[in-house]
């Protein structure tokens, strides 16, 4: 049963924007242990119900499924482990002062594997849409289709 593994590998937190405004971008690197980076090759994880925080000074990834490798054996990771996130000083005093301010949180919007073979993700500040905001963007994309599809004909 051998697996395809994905050129570019790119998984999406499609919840990401629909429920949180996104203030700013950052791009960090994950700390994996062996067969992570299998499955994430694979394509194999999930972001749904991440989050980051802070903990002695250094940012941690929370609640981020990564599927355990099919050929692991005893060597397998734990799927929902907590895992460090790669930043330099600057970019972390940036975040912790964003978090510091009430109603915000640091999300995963992304993971990526860069051309040179090393996982990456993207994390945001973010504040979270109301009802109504969630509302207005859900009409917004139902506008853009619309518009693309008269176009096309």
Request: hydrophobic share 35%.
């Amino acid at each position: 049963m051998k697996q395809k593994i994905q050129k570019g590998v790119l998984i999406p937190n499609k919840r990401a924007t629909f429920d949180y405004e996104l203030l700013d971008t950052y791009t960090a690197g994950l700390v994996l242990v062996g067969t992570e980076i299998k499955s994430l090759r694979l394509g194999k994880a999930s972001l749904v119900d991440a989050y980051c925080y802070f903990h002695n000074g250094e940012l941690w990834l929370k609640n981020a499924n990564i599927s355990e490798y099919f050929y692991g054996s005893y060597n397998n990771h734990v799927a929902r482990r907590d895992r460090k996130l790669l930043l330099n000083r600057k970019e972390l005093r940036k975040l912790l002062d964003y978090v510091q301010t009430p109603g915000v949180t640091i999300i995963p919007t992304k993971i990526f594997i860069n051309e040179r073979g090393l996982a990456k993700i993207v994390i945001a500040p973010a504040r979270g849409k109301k009802l109504y905001d969630k509302r207005a963007s859900l009409r917004e994309k139902d506008d853009r289709r619309e518009m693309d599809r008269a176009m096309k004909r």
